[in-house]
């Protein structure tokens, strides 16, 4: 149920995400305003996963119903509350020394970036940064309804957050609407709705700090390695942030737009599956039961993955007209849609790493085993940060978005084969994506020989959905036959069972 909830809520907060960003292609388009938006969001994300590390619901969640699942609702509680506390404390000094470096900051995060749009960056990163004391707090209090099998207002609480951006866009029409929308979405949405479900619930908020208490050090612990380890997982935005802004004006923002557009299907599957995956994981892990815990973990990730890479056909052979169907040409021009597509496209050969690492990097954390992960990311970014240099300059933001995908896949992989060896399982990819990757590969190339054949496209969003419409019509088909030819198992049990409830279907309007 937990799984369904998800999934349902995730799919609904990429539509409306959809509709936040067909309003800021209305709006913003490539402008130099639009790299600017996008670029705000760079040093309060960054601050924000130093504080929580984004280890709230990783880390507090199996902590947390450890004590409610003793029936020690008081440990519980006061568990919550010395977190909870020390995270405002930190949220409030930190937060303060940042609002005040910003300029500095700013100038760092984008120095291609002209005096003038660093002085609005400045001034947009700062409405901006309260917005992660409601996040981190909201994450917090999402956690302990989690923890409780309450998965519908956490779930709920990204969905006003988009809405109330959007208004703040649509009322001001400019950037600085957009980022008041941010900060107002974070109060209502993401911190308002948890925080009123958990007074509903008996919240047991308690005014007491203690760094010496046992459960405040287990997720100091936990959590300070992915706190100090900047991985290539929460840097991969301010690396094509950073080398984008000296590509000249839009480039940030084309890359913004793709990387979102990339993230629909991610958040839908990967997130969703992980949230609904991980409790089970965490108890089986520390039960012992590392075998049950590993096909758990396989499982929800192949299925995952099937998804991912069924998604990376569409994003990949129909990308301009993606972005046409959703941003619409009225601020942007053609051949920015076209290199726009062309991101989009290389944004999307780590699809399935993305998708994928949301639940390896869990399998880590349900073994209590966060520094692995973390310092393997920080080592990938300081490998790849080269390559966003190199690839940047020779194709522009094609290159920068290709040179994450490469960041991405390098360290999904690599994970993924030492989990399996921590976990002492056998191989549960190898076979899958020698199938997978190939049928992959082929029906995308058989679709950009046919989007070829369609010839240029007329810029409208009717056409572009009548494009999709017919590549969509080829492509789906012609891979799910392929995955099912190739016995991509996850898809063969599929159509298995689709084929036996026809089959009952038609024997039950005989008799």
């Known amino acids: 149920m937990a799984g369904l909830i998800w999934t349902v809520a995730l799919l609904a907060s990429r539509v409306i995400g959809l509709v936040r960003e067909s309003v800021l292609g209305a709006t913003l388009g490539v402008s130099s305003a639009a790299d600017v938006y996008a670029a705000a969001f760079r040093v309060p ?55 005040l470096a910003m300029p500095s900051l700013a100038s760092w995060m984008a120095p291609g970036f002209s005096p003038e749009d660093t002085a609005q960056l400045v001034r947009l990163s700062r409405i901006v940064l309260p917005a992660q004391l409601f996040h981190i707090l909201g994450g917090l209090l999402s956690a302990v309804l989690m923890a409780r099998d309450r998965h519908a207002v956490p779930a709920l609480a990204p969905l006003v957050y988009t809405l109330c951006v959007i208004a703040g866009g649509l009322l001001s029409g400019s950037a600085e609407g957009f980022a008041w929308g941010v900060v107002v ?42 706190m100090l380890g900047f991985s290539i997982v929460s840097v991969d935005d301010a690396a094509w942030t950073w080398f984008g802004s000296e590509l000249g004006e839009g480039s940030v923002a084309v890359l913004n737009y793709a990387k979102t557009l990339m993230k629909v299907p991610m958040g839908v599957f990967g997130v969703a599956m992980g949230m609904a995956a991980y409790p089970t994981i965490a108890r089986l892990a520390a039960d012992g039961k590392h ?24 994003l990949t052979v129909a ?67 080269p390559l966003y240099g190199w690839l940047g300059g020779a194709f522009g933001p094609v290159g920068l978005a290709m040179a994450s995908s490469a960041g991405m896949l390098l360290y999904v992989g690599v994970l993924g084969v030492l989990l399996q060896r921590k976990m002492a399982q056998p191989g549960a990819f190898g076979g899958f994506l020698l199938r997978i990757v190939p049928v992959t590969a082929a029906v995308i190339a058989a679709g950009l020989l046919a989007r070829h054949g369609l010839g240029p496209m007329a810029g409208s969003r009717l056409d572009a959905a009548y494009r999709i419409a017919v590549l969509a019509g080829l492509c789906g088909p012609l891979w799910l036959i392929a995955a099912w030819w190739a016995g991509v198992g996850e898809v063969v049990e599929a159509g298995g069972a689709l084929w036996s409830r026809l089959n009952r279907v038609r024997g039950g309007s005989r008799a």
């Open 319 to 385: 990308g301009p007209e993606l972005a046409t169907l959703v941003l619409g040409t009225g601020r942007i021009p053609a051949a920015r849609m076209e290199e726009l597509g062309a991101c989009l496209g290389a944004f999307s050969l780590a699809l399935g790493a993305w998708t994928a690492q949301t639940l390896i990097a869990r399998g880590f954390y349900a073994r209590g085993e966060a520094w692995l992960p973390t310092w393997l990311g920080f080592g990938v970014l300081v490998v790849s940060l």
């Open 45 to 99: 994300d960054l601050f924000g996963y130093v504080v929580s590390g984004g280890a709230l619901s990783i880390i507090f969640v199996p902590m947390f119903a450890g004590h409610v699942q003793r029936g020690d609702e008081e440990r519980a509680w006061r568990a919550f509350s010395v977190v909870t506390n020390f995270v405002v404390l930190l949220l409030l000094v930190g937060g303060g020394a940042v609002w």
């Open 291 to 314: 075998s049950e815990a590993w096909g758990t973990l396989t499982s929800a990730a192949r299925r995952a993955l099937v998804l991912a890479f069924a998604s990376q056909v569409a």
């Open 185 to 226: 979405g974070g109060a209502l949405g993401v911190f308002g709705l948890p925080l009123y479900a958990c007074i509903r619930g008996g919240v047991r908020w308690q005014p007491v700090l203690s760094l010496t208490d046992p459960d405040f050090r287990h997720y100091i612990g936990q959590s300070l390695p992915v």
